[in-house]
């Protein structure tokens, strides 16, 4: 199927997309209070495959902008996890090194595999009630990354 789609519409409809992607704010359960706990021991850094402006939004209207040194995004890195450049360049940005770091991600593939093929250690938190696996722990409430660090 096939349709007839002005740029004008097209223009609007991609406007509108970032501007409503940014409302949907909604924390995790005990977001804050591991944020909280880890901000003033660890220097935090997000690495998205989302866009930069939406994730600064999001960031931002859930109040947790501050908590982070660095926000990666897969416009600034030029490609998306898994790839390593994105985790590289997340690593020259924060200025350490993959043996000292420690991604806690909710995707396998993405986050967990593409942090463990460039030495970082890896968490992951398991959202999407995805099977056990061996690639690395898997914990179920945020407040667990205190058992790891």
Same mark, same amino acid.
């Given at each position: 199927i096939e349709y007839d789609i002005k740029d004008e519409v097209i223009d609007i409809l991609s406007t509108e997309y970032i501007t409503n992607l940014a409302a949907f704010n909604n924390l995790l359960p005990n977001t804050v209070e591991i944020l909280n706990y880890l901000k003033p021991k660890?220097?935090?850094?997000?690495?998205? /495959?989302? $866009? *930069? #402006? !939406? @994730?600064?939004?999001?960031? !931002?209207? +859930?109040n947790? $902008? *501050?908590? $982070?040194? @660095? !926000?990666? &995004?897969? *416009?600034? +890195?030029? !490609?998306?996890?898994?790839n390593p450049e994105i985790f590289e360049l997340a690593l020259?940005?924060? &200025?350490?090194? +993959?043996?000292?770091?420690?991604?806690?991600?909710? /995707?396998? #593939?993405?986050?967990?595999?593409?942090a463990k093929a460039v030495g970082l250690h890896a968490l992951h938190f398991n959202a999407h009630n995805d099977p056990k696996h061996e690639h690395c722990v898997m914990i179920?409430?945020?407040? #667990?990354?205190? /058992?790891y660090l």
């Amino acid at each position: 199927i096939e349709y007839d789609i002005k740029d004008e519409v097209i223009d609007i409809l991609s406007t509108e997309y970032i501007t409503n992607l940014a409302a949907f704010n909604n924390l995790l359960p005990n977001t804050v209070e591991i944020l909280n706990y880890l901000k003033p021991k660890y220097k935090l850094h997000i690495i998205t /495959n989302g $866009f *930069e #402006e !939406v @994730q600064t939004r999001k960031l !931002v209207n +859930a109040n947790i $902008f *501050e908590y $982070f040194d @660095q !926000v990666i &995004n897969s *416009e600034m +890195a030029g !490609v998306k996890k898994p790839n390593p450049e994105i985790f590289e360049l997340a690593l020259k940005k924060a &200025n350490t090194a +993959a043996d000292k770091s420690l991604m806690v991600g909710d /995707n396998i #593939e993405a986050d967990i595999l593409g942090a463990k093929a460039v030495g970082l250690h890896a968490l992951h938190f398991n959202a999407h009630n995805d099977p056990k696996h061996e690639h690395c722990v898997m914990i179920h409430d945020l407040r #667990e990354i205190k /058992n790891y660090l």
